[in-house]
């Protein structure tokens, strides 16, 4: 069974930064590309960033050249390094496969992120 646990979260001023860390378990993460995504209240879960098996990257629009996205093989954890945080980044923050969860089959709980003005 898939087992995700994404941790970093906070509140932090506009400008700030934060670290998130997404520990994955029960997959063979190297073999895996990975996602972060977010959803805001009201709003449908947006992938935001994701990380191939050979760390590619990739961004959504909103977020490139302030987060990146990177992973340690070694300690199957995915990482998401958010910089000049925004108001609107505020919201749950998951890891996945890049299929919503198509192929892992469960989401973790999230971390929250708030970004006050």
């Known amino acids: 069974q898939v087992q995700l646990v994404e941790s970093g979260g906070g509140l932090v001023q506009a400008g700030g930064s934060l670290r998130l860390s997404c520990a994955a378990s029960?997959?063979?993460?190297?073999?895996?590309?990975m996602g972060w995504y977010r959803q805001a209240p009201g709003k449908q879960r947006e992938l935001v960033a994701a990380?191939?098996?050979?760390?590619?990257?990739n961004y959504a629009d909103s977020v490139k050249g302030r987060f990146t996205i990177s992973r340690d093989n070694a300690k199957n954890t995915v990482y998401l390094q958010m910089n000049s945080l925004k108001p609107e980044d505020t919201a749950i923050y998951y890891c996945?496969?890049?299929?919503?969860?198509?192929?892992?089959?469960?989401w973790g709980q999230g971390t929250q992120v708030t970004v006050s003005s």
């Open positions: 990380i191939t098996t050979g760390s590619s990257t």
């Open positions: 996945n496969d890049l299929r919503g969860g198509y192929y892992f089959g469960s």
């Open positions: 029960g997959i063979i993460f190297s073999d895996n590309a």
